[in-house]
């Protein structure tokens, strides 16, 4: 498993933009505060720790599982870092020796899980740490196919005059390479993009079950012009 993360750990946070802001964080974490009630809540790759942090000071017990002990080490490095137990790993074997009543992965981080059977461990792990009736949730993309011409590959993402993006698909395999270039460097990190109706599947064949899907962490409804979904499954096997 590569670590993608690793060599701009130390600059993952001053790119974050408005995902880094509060207005962003805060819907987050009273969403996960409000599932975790009395219990612990789990962040499957829990970063430089965006939003574990937040959710620890709200009283929430807070364990991660994390690929990159570059980011792993900002997390340390920040107030209250030292205070949150991390498990170094890959999220879809990492185990943790305790059960959670919430288990989240946020920010699109199951697409970096390149294959089918990578995402449905995923979720058959999570769903080991859960407690029964526990909720595991997701924050991810709606594939972003409808910007694809047929017979394009490219989709633009960014032009600036530091910075260029670029995402290449692969509808054949599901696959996308999100190609950044800024200031002489190439980043291209691949990923696999995954239907809502997929993940269901996945939840499925992990012992939960849907039981939310928002359009945003305000809970707003989903629609077919949903760019994104925050999804909640429940553990009911
Ligand atoms: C977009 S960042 C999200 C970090 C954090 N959850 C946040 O919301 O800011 C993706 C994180 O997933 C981690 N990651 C990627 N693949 C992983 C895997 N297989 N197991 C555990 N962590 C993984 C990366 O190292 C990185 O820290």
């Known amino acids: 498993m590569t670590d993608w993360f690793g060599d701009w750990a130390d600059r993952y946070d001053a790119g974050l933009g408005a995902m880094g802001e509060a207005a962003a964080i805060d819907p987050v974490v009273d969403v996960l505060a409000e599932l975790a009630g009395d219990g612990a809540a789990l962040e499957l790759a829990i970063g430089t720790g965006r939003i574990a942090l937040p959710l620890a000071a709200r009283g929430v017990p807070v364990h991660g599982i994390e690929l990159s ?17 991390v498990t170094l790993g890959d999220m879809t074997t990492a185990r ?11 920010y699109n981080t199951i697409n970096n899980l390149t294959t089918q059977d990578a995402q449905v461990a995923c979720f058959e792990n999570a769903s080991r740490h859960l407690e029964p009736g526990g909720r ?3 924050e991810v993309g709606v594939p972003d196919l409808q910007r694809l011409p047929p017979g394009e590959r490219f989709v633009p993402i960014g032009v600036r005059d530091d910075y260029v993006g670029v995402d290449e698909y692969d509808v054949l395999n599901q696959g996308l390479v999100s190609h950044h270039q800024a200031t002489g460097r190439r980043l291209s990190m691949p990923f696999r993009y995954v239907w809502p109706s997929e993940l269901d599947l996945m939840a499925r064949i992990a012992g939960m079950t849907l039981r ?3 359009a945003d962490w305000h809970r707003s409804p989903f629609t077919a012009d949903s760019r994104k979904h925050v999804s909640v499954w429940q553990k009911t096997s």
């Open 69 to 85: 002990e570059p980011m792993v080490e900002q997390l340390r490095a920040k107030p209250g870092g030292n205070a949150i137990p």
């Open 96 to 106: 943790v020796d305790a059960t959670f009543s919430v288990a989240y992965l946020v």
């Open 136 to 138: 595991f949730v997701i």
């Open 212 to 214: 939310h899907r928002w």
